[in-house]
Structure formats: C-alpha cells, structure tokens
C-alpha cells in the first residue's frame, strides 16, 4: 500500500485515495471545433510510459481534493505531489532521463 | 531399519524435552513425540519417512527438509469438522498432545496408492500434457476431464463447517523491522534496538535462533550458540522499543516499505485459548527493513533422486542436534561442499553409520574432509549418482567416478538415508518481491541481492554470507546502518566466534550421467513432479524464457513456489540452451512467502461485518411489516411486502394494482442527493448535464441526464431548482458516490473558476413517494404552505413546506406513471411522517410497496433504471431520451461524442418494448433477440432483453430490450432463440401503460 502526501492533508495511506489517471489532460475549450480524430486523442489516448509518470489523485475518503503526483511506475516511488493547476515540477536529471 | 525404532531418538541434546511425551496419529494411526518435536521430527524419530505421494506421478515421498521449504511432506491437520487446514508442511507443524494429521494427495492409502499408476504411465504424461491433451471435445472439459483430474490433482481437502475462530488484523509502525531471527537478524536487531530504534523481529519458527538452534558447537563471545541466542533474546525483550513476534512469516512486501506478518497464535497449543485470535495479520509500515531470512540447502539432481530418505544434509543435521532424532542408521552423504562434512562428523557421534561421504569436487581436500577420513569415514571425490533403489523407502545408492570427463560405474551402497547438499541458494524472495535488483554471483552460484528499491537492506545467508562470523558481523552492521540511517562510520560491533569455516562450493543442474537419462526420473521440482526430461522437452519444443518454460512444465508454481527447485531448473535450461544462467533470465518471486490463510486475510470481514449495512429511515417499520428486503448497492431496500401466504408474485401484484387504482406508499430514501450551490450553479449543471437549465424555473424540476464524455449515459435523475443558486439534484442509488466524484473532478480540475459547491445530502433527507391516483386526497390536509391542486401546482412542482409540523422540501414526481408526490423530510423524522402518511392513507387505500413493484410500474411506463436498461454503450437517443437534450447548447460534457458518426447510426441499439406472443411467458432478463427464427450456434443476434415483468394491471407480460435498428422495427415480429425453441415478440413502443401521461399530469 503506496503512502500518498496529499497536499492539503499531509501523508495517508493509499486507501484513503481513488486514481484519477493521467494527470494534464485538459478538456478541450471547444470540443466541436475538434475533428474525430483530434476528440478522439483527448478522449481514449493515454500514456503508459515507463519512467516517471505525472498522474492525478483524488483524497475520496479525506478532503476530497483532487492533486496531482509524479510516481516512478518502475519501483512505485513518488517523487512529487503538487496542488492541480500548479505546472509539473522540475525533477533531478536523473529522473527526468527515464521520461 | 535393523536398529529398534525408539532407538532413532538420541538420549540426549537438542531443544526438546524427553520427559514430556505427546501422542498423536498421522494417517489414523497412534505415534509418541515429544515436547519441542514438530510432526516432522516426531515422524523421522518413529522411523516414518513416507509422508505423501507426488501430485502427478503419485511417487512415495519422504520429508526432504526441515523448515518451510519442505516440498514433499504436506499434511492435512485437523482439530474437528471445521478446523482442517490442508497443505501445512509437516516440517513447520508443532506437535501437540492428540494431534491428528493426515497425509494428502492418496487413495486409498499411501502405501497402496491407485494414482501410482501415472508413474508407470509417465512416458504419456510428458511436459504441457494438459495443454495438448485435453482440447478436444471441448464438451469433454466440464463432464469429463475436469472432474477426474481435479479428483487424482487434490491437495488436501476443504473443511466442511465454517470456520469458527477469529482472526485478528493490527497495523504497526516501526523505525526497524528485522525479517529472520537467525544469527543475521538477531545481531541486527541488537545493534538496532542499541540506537534507540523501535525495532520489530519476526520468525516464522517456534524459536529465535535459526541456523544457531542445529549448531553442535559453534562459540559465539564465549558462549555455546543457543546460549548465546537465549541471552540476545533476553536482552531484546527487556527493551520495551523492541516487539519480538515467533510464529511470524512476512509473506509479503509491498510498495514503500509495507510489510504483510502472518502470526499463528495458538496452533500449535493442544487447547487454544478461548480469548485469544487463532491469527493476526501485521501490516508493518517501516522506516527501515532488514531482510535475514537465510540461505535454503540445495538438493542434487540425480536419477531417483525423491526416494522416501534422501533428504537435505543440512536437515538431518537439525534433526539431529535440534530434535534429537537420527534420521535413519546408515546414510551416505552426497555433497558438493564442505559443509555435509561437518553433517558427516554430527551423525557419527551420535552412533549412526556413515558410509561413504561422496564429494563431486575432483578432490576432498582441507580440514573437515581430512576429519571425516580420520574418523574412518570413506569418502570418495570425484563422485557422482547413478541412481537409487527402493520402494516406499530408500535401499540402496549406486555411486558413479568422473574420471577424465567420462563416467565409471561406481560402488553401490545399501543405506536407509541419503543426504544431499548441493550448497545453498539465498532465500531472495521478499528482497525480490520488494523490487530490488538482483545479480548473479559465479562465485555462489547464485542470484543475490545487488540493488535495493525500497529502505531495505539484506544481512547473512540471504545474500551469500555463510560463515558465521561474517554473518553476525554484517548483521550488526545492517541493524546500526537501518536504526541510524543518518549516521555514517559509528563503531561496529564484533563477536568473537569459533565455529569451523563454513564453504560457499554449491552445485547447479543435473549430475553427470553416462548417457542421456534413460533410467528413472531425475527430480528438479518435487512438489510439481517436474524431471529433468520435462524441462529437456519445454526447450526442444522451443520455450526459451524461464518465465515461460515455468508455466510450460508448471516448474516451481506449486505451493512452495520452487523454493528448493528453481536454481536447478534454471541451469538446466541455461545449459540446454547453451546460455549463461542470467540470459535464461529469473521468474518472478510472488507473495505470499509461504501460503497465508483465507482467515488471516479476511480478518474480521466476514458476515454481518464483510461490508457496511445501509438502512433507512424506514427500516424498522419495512421489518415489522414482514419486508423482504433485497441488496441494492450497500442500501437494504424492501423488495415487496407479502401478506399471508403471498408469493413474491402475488404479493407484486397486489402492490401494483394498489398503486394503479389508489395509492401506494414507497421508501425512496435511497436515491443520491447532492447539492449544487452557487452563483455559477446552473452554469456548473448545464456544462455537465445534456439538459438546458438555464430556463429551468426555481420550484420546477426536471429529469436530467448525465454522460461521460465519451456520450455513454452515466447517470440520470430528477434535478430540482429550488432557488436562483441552488440545485437538488438527485442521482441512482448506487450511482451518488461516482456522480459527486466526477462532479468534483470537474469543479475542480476543468472549472476551478465556477463559484458552485456541492454537498452530498443522501443521508439528510428521507424520501417518501406517495403515488397514484388517491395520493393528492392523502397529502392535502397534511401539507402545510403548499397549494397542491392540480391547477396550482402541475407535474413536476417542487416547493418548500411543511408536514406534521416538520419542513419538507416536495416534489410533484412520478417514477410510477400516476400521480405522485415525493416529500422530502429530514432523516429523523422520516418514520414518523411515514407513519403518519401511512394513517391519513388507510381512508384512501395506502399501501406499502417495495422495489420490485416500483420496478414493474416503471416499466410499464417504459422509464429506464440506469445499469439495468443501459451498460455503458448506450446513449440518450439509443434509450429515447433524445427530448431531454437542450436544444442549442453549443457544449456539455459528453456531447462532442453524440457527433459522432457511428453515434447516429441508424442501426444502433435502441430501447423498445417487447411484447411476448404468449402473454403468460415472462421472458428472461438477458435473453437474446434474433431476426430469425430456427437459427442453430452461432446465430445472428441483433439484440437482447433488458427489463422483464409479468404486468397483472396489463394482464399480459411485458419487456423492455435494446434491438439493433429497434425504432423502425416496431410492429415487427422477433424471436427470442431459449434452449426449447424460440419465443415470439413483437417490438413496441417502451411505454405500454397511458402512453397519453394523463395519469401522470391528474
């Protein structure tokens, strides 16, 4: 079980939290101005990268805010919280080598 | 064998208390042990070896171990019908007084065993048997093949009771938690606890100790071994930081430094204690880990090599100097190190026969090989096995020579035991199941530990220290490293220890033979029955992947996960293949360690406890009434109401025409509420919700509908504007948490400028649906500040007011097709109004009905449940709601989808009504729907029934079903394909009751 450092609520077990995947996908400002192809990248399209992977979560069973983490998917490390909206964080080089 | 078989116990030495004798039986019949034996022990002291057949072959097999990584000697124990717990390895099961265990996996007994005959079968039961043979006839599976094999396959069998203990679950912190209480993790947990650390220790065994407890005569700061254990122990457990836990396996670890602990409290206790769990689950979150969980002896792969009395070398030593019990009168040792020497040296003094030690070195060479040949031992390097004799026991060895790479025929050597040792493999496991690196070691001939992933460090045997000094000296250093992380070069603490030099000279694959096998079976996984021809055939038939050769010949997937078997099987394969052993790459070390009961991991989740209960306001009155209730998400709901000897049938009719021709009364309470607050709240709902809300007045109400954006309905329900700025929107019962949740997502990750907030207030209201045509008699004279006639206040109205003097927010709806209302009070009050409605009603014809009727009045008027009539793929002009969309909303989530072409075609499912030909048949909820009739496997399909409800105010029954192209079809005959022929429909309209709504607007 992963310890997740909300950024409202300080570090909670992972229990208390719902993923919320990819993190930085905005919602397109006019989707009928967007092509099939183009709604069709925001709608299904996702990463799944090993490395460092920028991903949301929701405190469900807390404050209830959602916010946004970067988590090594190769070892399950957080390297990063940050509040949504907030630009994603700079990380030492070498971790941001294996993006 | 010859010798008395009381006389297998010596009269002295070891941890076990020869004044006080057990009794317990294996296999039905009676046996003595004594205190501090384990099954095992207690079997080899009474000279029984054969302990279970092998799973596929149903070869005899003795104990080959000590501890838990024994693959051969699973047993069933059992207190009564309902405390049975199979697969235990008779090597890790305490003895107690009245005992009864029972040997697995033979019929009808294990020394006459039916299944034997697969052995002698063997050549047709190659590698991927399964795979190959039982294909074809696919109808074969289920009736013949299954059962047969699942009856030859059984590994011990399933209490028959449920299980009456209780079992208990506790998170702990530490700064330092010590996995192995061996001499490793004891010194780390010393030098852990010395810098204030709050420090953890678990072992899976009865006693701190480990390696220490077999030890005949190591010092360790002057003191003999198992006295100096005893001191460290004591020492330990005067510090109040320190938490020592016997009986204890971490089986797991888990993502940042989470650990699984499995303690067994009292199995091993002749009478366990009433007050106490049987077990506790430890769910260990450490600052820091030390992982001492020692080196397994790794056996030899030889022709013959499972007779009942081979065993480990280093096994017969702990049996020995542990238990007091000589394994057998006369062994032949068969080793690759030094270490079976000093096994060699212990079995003689205590009066057993060695007769040959064989060494596969080309020379036996140094101390203890030199103290062997002067104690009169034989020994003979350069040795090899050629193969066994014996039946339900083993008879005799026939040893071969290696000379200049070819192999002469050798002596042959009568013996009751045969003792291996192939050196010793790192138990890695948990390091590996933490996501560390490992790396191969020439050297060690092994995998260890090279690069941790979590705060974690290995200590000892468990990455390829042996010698004893060296491992209480790195397990010192681990302890001081993980309870001071931040302290660098503290002093380390050192002990002074004589014990002789322990070898590192370990042995992998099959040894040499003069030709390609052809005599009997060389073992590689006893517990799977895997051969050294097995793994031959996996890479001839071109599996190069251990991870694949594994799930091919099943090598190491058994219980004990090839905790004494993977290391040869991978440098079998390795040479096969002509590769280096890391290329043939490693499988995958999974939790748990070793099996953890299904009671451990429920914990107290089981019963009225497996999941909260959520009732409502009405609960109680639903009960005495004689409710049936039914599950409906975690709510308990009343499905019907049955008086006297009603069926659910009779009962659901009578409830329907109730409501159809007076008034019912149902408990809504259940539905989501959420409230949608703000200055921007209707600009919030009509960016979510396909509706327009703008125009929506405040003490109106509407039916919304909810799409994720990929235009699928997720959710739908009446939302109400109850001011300018507020919103009551009401969702599904089971759907409230998900809707708030992507409410919220919205709110605050795409929207964060909105001024809306939301509040859940499912819990706050209870709901009260009064509906049919006499509910606006029964509600007149009981509302207060609303004027409720029909001119006043038209359908789907919603006002604040009050109701036996209580505020009620009510609506003017109808999920029934009647005239209805839904008053809305606060929880508390909600059985008091209901009574009271209840009473005003009795006049009028009230009555009470559940949501089976609900379900059968909702379709008649064709109105959709959400997960019922729709499965995610549906949208609102497939479910003919296309009405509900807001005309020129240029946006809301899920719309750009509707665009779609494929989203608009016309032969898309859509929801119509199905109207059997034979009114009396209620067709089957999940039924498909074809075009034409007669058709045989596979048939054209074109749609399938969603809703199905025998209608007694119709007379006839009734469906709703999603029918590809369904709209234009309507007038159509179809066909619903059951086991005994087909059944007619005819498509129709969805609303088959007052299509006109004047019911609905009376």
Not at chain 2, 126 to 138: E, N, S
Not at chain 2, 199 to 222: N, P
Not at chain 2, 226 to 255: C, D, H, M
Not at chain 2, 425 to 453: C, E, I, M, N, Y
Request: proline residues 5%; neutral net charge; glycine residues 10%.
């Amino acid at each position: 079980m992963l310890i997740i450092d909300c950024p409202y609520c300080g570090k909670r077990p992972e229990i208390e939290f719902s993923y919320g995947g990819q993190a930085h996908l905005a919602r397109p400002q006019q989707p009928a101005q967007l092509d099939d192809q183009a709604w069709a990248e925001f709608l299904y399209m996702r990463t799944n990268i090993k490395g460092v992977y920028a991903e949301r979560w929701r405190h469900a069973r807390g404050c209830g805010r959602f916010f946004n983490a970067l988590r090594d998917t190769t070892t399950d490390h957080f390297l990063a919280f940050y509040k949504t909206g907030e630009p994603r964080p700079t990380l030492p080089a070498q971790h941001e080598r294996t993006t | 064998m010859n010798a008395p078989i009381d006389g297998l116990r010596t009269p002295s030495g070891g941890l076990v208390d020869r004044t006080r004798r057990i009794s317990f039986s294996f296999d039905g019949r009676s046996y003595e042990g004594i205190e501090g034996d384990t099954l095992a022990s207690a079997l080899l002291a009474n000279g029984v070896h054969l302990t279970g057949r092998s799973f596929k072959y149903h070869r005899p097999r003795g104990i080959l171990a000590a501890g838990s990584e024994e693959p051969n000697a699973l047993v069933t124990v059992s207190r009564d019908a309902a405390r049975v717990t199979p697969n235990l390895r008779a090597t890790q099961v305490e003895l107690y007084a009245g005992l009864i265990a029972e040997s697995q996996n033979r019929w009808p007994s294990l020394e006459r065993d039916f299944g034997r005959i697969n052995d002698l079968l063997s050549a047709f039961f190659p590698a991927g048997f399964y795979y190959k043979t039982f294909m074809w006839p696919r109808k074969a599976w289920k009736a013949l093949y299954e059962p047969v094999i699942r009856r030859a396959a059984g590994l011990g069998r399933a209490p028959t009771h449920a299980d009456p203990d209780r079992y208990a679950q506790r998170y702990a912190h530490c700064d330092v938690l010590v996995v192995g209480a061996g001499p490793a993790g004891i010194a780390a947990a010393l030098t852990a606890a010395a810098s204030g650390a709050r420090v953890m220790l678990c072992d899976e065994t009865a006693q701190f100790g480990g390696s220490l407890l077999a030890d005949g005569g190591a010092l360790i700061d002057g003191l003999a071994a198992q006295a100096w254990v005893r001191q460290a122990i004591e020492s330990l457990q005067s510090n109040r930081r320190v938490t020592l836990l016997k009986r204890t396996t971490a089986f797991g670890y888990f993502p940042h430094n989470f650990v699984g602990l499995n303690e067994r409290l009292n199995d091993h206790c002749e009478k366990p204690p009433q007050h106490q769990p049987r077990e506790r689950l430890w769910q260990v979150r450490a600052k820091q880990v030390v992982l001492a969980t020692g080196a397994i002896e790794r056996p030899l792969v030889f022709p013959g090599n499972d007779r009942p009395g081979i065993l480990l070398a280093g096994a017969a030593q702990t049996y020995l100097n542990r238990y007091g019990v000589r394994v057998g009168t006369r062994a032949v040792i068969v080793t690759s190190g030094d270490d079976a020497y000093q096994t060699a040296l212990d079995l003689k003094a205590a009066g057993i026969v060695v007769a040959a030690v064989a060494d596969l070195r080309p020379e036996a060479i140094g101390a203890l090989p030199e103290a062997v040949r002067q104690a009169g031992i034989e020994v003979l390097p350069a040795s090899t096995v050629l193969g066994t004799e014996g039946d339900l026991r083993v008879k005799a060895i026939t040893l071969g020579r290696v000379e200049a790479g070819s192999i002469q025929p050798g002596q042959r050597f009568e013996c009751d035991v045969v003792l291996m040792s192939g050196g010793f493999t790192p138990s890695v496991h948990l390091f590996s199941q933490s996501r560390g690196k490992l790396q191969w070691s020439d050297a060690l001939k092994a995998f260890v530990p090279a690069v941790s992933a979590e705060q974690e460090r290995s200590a000892g045997a468990c990455r390829g220290v042996y010698d004893l000094g060296d491992v209480l000296a790195d397990g010192a250093a681990a302890g001081t490293a993980a309870g001071e992380p931040a302290a660098t070069g503290a002093a380390q603490r050192r002990f002074s220890v004589s014990a002789p030099k322990r070898g590192s000279e370990s042995y992998l694959g099959v040894l040499p033979q003069a030709t390609s096998p052809s005599g009997d079976k060389s073992f590689v996984d006893w517990q799977h029955d895997v051969t050294t021809r097995d793994l031959a055939l996996a890479t001839r038939e071109g599996f190069q992947s251990i991870e694949h050769v594994k799930r091919y010949t099943t090598m190491g997937m058994a219980t004990d996960q090839g905790k004494t078997s993977n290391l040869n099987a991978m440098a079998i394969v390795a040479k096969s293949l002509a590769v280096a052993i890391p290329q043939v790459g490693l499988t995958t070390f999974r939790m748990p360690y070793t099996p953890v009961t299904f009671g451990s991991m429920a914990g107290t989740s089981r019963g009225d406890l497996f999941d909260p209960v959520r009732t409502t306001p009405t609960h109680a009155w639903a009960q005495a009434r004689g409710a049936v209730f039914e599950n409906v998400a975690l709510w308990k709901r009343a499905r019907y109401f049955p008086r006297g000897n009603e069926d659910m049938h009779a009962a659901v009719a009578r409830e329907c025409r109730a409501v159809r021709n007076a008034c019912g009364i149902f408990d809504a309470s259940t539905l989501g509420k959420i409230e949608v607050v703000g200055p921007d709240a209707a600009e919030f709902m009509n960016r979510l919700y396909v509706n327009n809300w703008a125009n929506l007045g405040v003490g109106r109400s509407r039916y919304g509908i909810l799409l994720r954006e990929d235009g699928f309905i997720y959710d739908d329900g009446v939302v109400a504007r109850t001011a300018a700025d507020r919103f009551h929107v009401t969702t599904t019962t089971g759907g409230a948490p998900r809707v708030l949740g992507l409410m919220e997502d919205y709110r605050q990750t795409e929207w964060p400028d909105l001024k809306v907030w939301l509040t859940s207030t499912t819990e706050q209201w209870a709901v009260i649906a009064v509906q049919g045509p006499n509910a606006r008699l029964v509600l007149e004279s009981m509302v207060e500040g609303i004027d409720i006639s029909a001119a006043a206040w038209p359908h789907m109205s919603v006002a604040r007011g009050k109701i036996c003097g209580v505020p009620m927010l009510l609506f003017r709806v109808s999920f029934t097709g009647e005239l209805g209302f839904e008053i809305n009070v606060p929880s508390d009050y909600g059985q008091s109004v209901w009574e009271a409605v209840f009473a005003a009603g009795r006049q009028h014809g009230i009555t009470e009905y559940g949501t089976e009727t609900m379900h059968v009045l909702r379709a008649e008027k064709g109105y959709i449940i959400i997960g019922q009539d729709t499965d995610g793929t549906v949208t609102p002009d497939d479910a003919g709601l296309t009405w509900a969309i807001g005309k020129n909303k240029t946006d809301f989530v899920g719309k750009r989808s509707l665009d779609r072409a494929s989203m608009k075609a016309a032969d898309r499912k859509q929801l119509v009504g199905l109207r059997a030909k034979q009114p009396g048949v209620v067709l089957e909820e999940g039924a498909q729907v074809a075009e034409k009739p007669g058709q045989q496997p596979p048939m054209i399909l074109i749609g399938h029934v969603t809703s199905s409800y025998a209608s007694s105010v119709l007379g006839h029954s009734i469906a709703l079903g999603l029918v590809a192209g369904g709209r234009a079809r309507i007038g159509q005959t179809l066909y619903v394909p059951m086991p005994n022929g087909d059944l007619e429909v005819e498509v129709t309209s969805p609303v088959f009751y007052d299509p006109t709504g004047a019911r609905i607007n009376g």
